[in-house]
Structure formats: structure tokens, C-alpha cells
């Protein structure tokens, strides 16, 4: 009887061993394989869901795929992934994957779920139009939405676009160009892309310093915040009177962490000398020739700093270690007012990868981590500029890189 229970039991730990021998060789036999790669009607499917946030139609995906399957290689991939941005194929393109992506940016939260607003509206809007994306700091230029039993557009309040969302209205092709003179009144040279939409004006230019809408435009446009950009070796004496020189009475505060940032902030962040945003009428104030008092706030704290004269404003930066932002050699460095400002900033180098890094983050789902796609980033970049810096076309190729992914 013991000997029968021996046996049965040696009988069980041959098997067991034979059954885990069996599960090793099929998990050796997987690993050596080659990876299965996806198909053409895979690849549509993924890229259009990429894009759009949707399951393709079948005819869309059908549309898609034969051209996957016509134009071998990357051409097929991009062409496909132009369907998926076509606002007659993929409205959700727009409506939904473009709003969550450019929301971040209108508020200092940097939440996606903010009410529609002529910021976001504008921004869609030049994607979907190929508009250069490297006017978008600069242009006077506005979208508002062509609907029925809308309120009508204001510089005091955002119902027209509130509305707009609220009532369902599809953004990929309700969006209409005009300029922010015309809907909102503002001089022509007071308008400099989005930073005086409304809602720009209404995050970055209420109360404070002004220091804000700088700030958040190097987070948002350029990918770096400000602690990526001190630079203790910068003259000091654009700072202005507000910053303390001896914070708690300790120099070496100013010296070795304040005068990093703001000896190349505040020269630049004087383009916004004349703009303001009124709580009380909730509009964006311009006041061309006229410096905001907010520029000349506690003077007390450094009687002998830099006093405001105007919106002339010079970049400290193109020498020293933030010359690796890529200032153009096309550009003078220095000028006046916020749209020159603008022109600055949108014409370097880290303005260019910076949107293209984003954009493969929401296509692909991933950061750019390894050589691969750092080498796709770079390469997708160069398409950008040479396309006069189109976005629409990013998306389409980030989409058709990481399609097989």
C-alpha cells in the first residue's frame, strides 16, 4: 500500500515536472519569435483611434487601410493618419482630442476641464486651417464659432463659446476665422496671438506682476519652467524694484536663486508693460504708451531697482547656457511690445521640439525615452519647420510612427 502511494506520488512529480518543462519551452519558443506586426487594418484602426479617441467607421477604416496597403512604408501610414484628422472623417479630431490638449494651457491649473473658450477656439482652429503654428505668440488673429442661437462674441465675458459647448456645436467645422481687432476692439498693436485672447488675458495678465503669462509660456510653448532656465551669470539691473535684494535678510537668497530667473525674465516680461485684466468689467486692459501700475508695485522692497518705462524689452538669454533654446540669428533680440516678444519666442528651437514632444505624448501614449523615438521626435521636427511649422501635420506623423506600437 505504501509502496503504490510512492509511486503515485513519483508518477504526480514526473508529471508536474513534464507539464513545467512543457510551459518553459513555450515561454522560450514566444520569446525567440519574431513580434507579430500589426496589419494594415490594425494599423488604420490604431491610428485613427489615436487621433480621433474613437472606433473608425468601416468605411473610414476601409479608406485607411487601402491606403496603407497602395503607398508601402511610412507614406501609407502619415496618408491614412490624414483621414483621421479630416474634419469630414474625424470631428472628434477636434471636438475632443485637440480641446483636451490645448485646455492645459488657458489656465493656471492646467486642467483639461475648463469651459470652451476663444483661447482654445484659436488654437483648433489654426491646426485645422495649417495656419504656422509659429504665429500662434504673435498674430492678430481670432476664431469664434458660427452657430445658431449663440450670444454674441465679447471681450467681457466667455457665454459665446460656454454656449457653444454646452449646446453640442461640432468645432470641426464651425470654427471661423477673424482677428481680435475686429470681434474684441483691441488696437492692432496691442494683439499678440493668445496671449490676448480673453481667456490668456484672464489667467496670466489678472492681478500679480504680469511675470505669470511669461512663466507659463515657457511651461506650455517652450517645455521649460523657470528652474530650468536660471542663470545667475545675467546683469541684474532689469530686475524690478518688487524683488527684495536680501530675502529674510540673506543676500545670498537673491544672489544664488531670485536674480537666476529674473535678471532674464523681468527684460523680457516688460513686453507686457501695458496690459492689464479689469476683475470688475472682466475685459483685458490695454493701455499703448502707458506703463500698468502693477510694473511699479512695492518699490519699497528695493528702492533702487529698474523702474518701468515702457514695453521695450530685451532677451539676456541668447548668450550664456540658455543659447541652447535656439534663439533665430533672424531676429534682433530685442524690441517692443508683446507681439515682438512673441516672434521671439516661437521662432526657437526648444518652441519647435516642445510642441512636437507633446503631441507624440497624447498620439503615442509614451514619452520619448529611447533612441528610437528621440530619433523619430527629431526627424518629425525637422518636418515641422520645413512645413511652416504646420501641427496638424505632427500629429499625422506621430500617429504613423507609433502605429505599429
Known sequence: MKQRSKNRR?????????????????????????????????????????????????????????????QPGQAGLVAAAAIATNPQYAPDFYDVTLKEFINPWTNRNQSAFVPFNDYTATVIGMIRDDIPFNTVLSANILYTVNAPNLPAVSPANNDHYATAEANGVDFSTALTQTTQTAAYGTPAQGVSGVWTTRAGAAAYFVLGTNRAQFRFTMLNYLCHDMQLVMDNTRPTDRIRQDVARSPGG?????????????????????????????????????????VQPKYVKNPQNFPWGFVTPDDSWSNRWRTGPNADLGWSSSLPGSGEGAAALGQELENTTAFANCQVVKVFQTVCMRSPVNSTDQATVTSIQALFVQSNYDLKQVFQQSAAACAGS
Open 10 to 70: 513519483r508518477r504526480d512529480g514526473l508529471a508536474q515536472r513534464a507539464t513545467c518543462s512543457a510551459c518553459v519551452f513555450a515561454l522560450l519558443a514566444a520569446q525567440a519569435a519574431p513580434p507579430v506586426l500589426a496589419g494594415p487594418y490594425e494599423q488604420a484602426r490604431r491610428i485613427y483611434e489615436r487621433l480621433a479617441g474613437v472606433p473608425p467607421s468601416a468605411t473610414v477604416l476601409q479608406m485607411m487601410a487601402n491606403d496603407i496597403i497602395s
Open 250 to 290: 540673506d543676500s545670498r537668497v537673491f544672489l544664488d536663486n531670485c536674480a537666476g530667473c529674473h535678471s532674464g525674465m523681468d527684460p523680457m516680461a516688460q513686453a507686457f508693460a501695458y496690459y492689464d485684466f479689469n476683475t470688475t468689467t472682466n475685459e483685458m486692459v490695454y493701455t499703448q504708451g502707458q
